[in-house]
């Protein structure tokens, strides 16, 4: 049977060698209630969409780490390789929607209200207007095929901001190890069907209004300056 140990950061550089620790993660809680995103998301699509879709991500992507753990302890190099597509999928899965839940705000918390400060003047100098940004980024989403997201990145490298999409749960680093996502903004149906049904760019365009910009200048501060 596989070792599987949860330790904390301290106990963990303890472990002796050899010892193999495995770090399952758990669905973070909402900074805010399912209904507060309301009339732009509706409470149904937010719990539904957390407790369920973002839930089910964890679930097989834990299992898949456990299924790895125990083939890497036999040296099953085979099953080791089968499960990458697994744990692609579903650990970009935990890791867009924890980033989605913190690029939304209710109103009355600041969502909608444009960035400010350095993030607002790079929007600026590199898109001319949030205006256009927005309706970049609405083009590139409803664009989409299938399903993915849509980002906002910062090029660590450069110091410049990019758009950019991925297919099906693939985070925004796989499009370059220096992009950092700022924003992201998932274009999967069952972010939107229940309520906007088809029309994808309806929901693009209200999402906006509940965008937390305070969000993404803190990293962008945090990564830029
Ligand atoms: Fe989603």
């Known amino acids: 049977m596989a070792l599987r140990t949860l330790l904390t950061r301290k106990t963990l550089t303890a472990a002796p060698l050899g010892v193999r620790c495995l770090q399952t993660v758990s669905l973070p809680d909402l900074p805010y209630d399912y209904g507060d995103l309301e009339p732009a998301i509706s409470a149904e699509i937010m719990q539904l969409h957390h407790h369920k879709h973002h839930q089910t991500y964890i679930t097989n992507y834990n299992k898949a780490l456990e299924q ?23 650990g970009g899965g935990h890791v867009n929607h924890s980033i989605f839940w913190k690029n939304l705000a209710p109103v009355r918390q600041g969502g909608g209200e444009p960035p400010k400060g350095s993030l607002g ?3 600026d100098n590199h898109f001319d207007s949030l205006e256009a940004l927005i309706q970049k980024m609405n083009a590139e989403g409803a ?21 950019e999409t991925t297919p099906n749960q693939d985070p925004l680093v796989t499009k370059g190890p220096n992009l950092v996502p700022l924003l992201g903004i998932d274009v999967w149906e069952h972010a939107y069907y229940l309520q906007y049904k088809n029309v994808r760019p309806d929901y693009l365009k209200n999402i906006w209004k509940v965008i937390n910009w305070k969000y993404a200048s803190e990293v962008y501060d945090r990564e830029c300056l």
């Not at 790895?68 to 579903?90: H, R, Y």
């Not at 664009?143 to 980002?151: M, R």
């Open 121 to 123: 003047w790079a929007v």
């Open 143 to 163: 664009a989409l095929q299938g399903s993915g997201w849509v980002w906002l990145g910062l090029d660590k490298e450069f110091k410049r901001l990019v758009v």
């Open 68 to 90: 790895l753990d125990g083939a890497i302890a036999k040296g099953d190099a085979s099953t080791v390789v089968k499960l990458q597509s697994a744990i692609k999928f579903n």
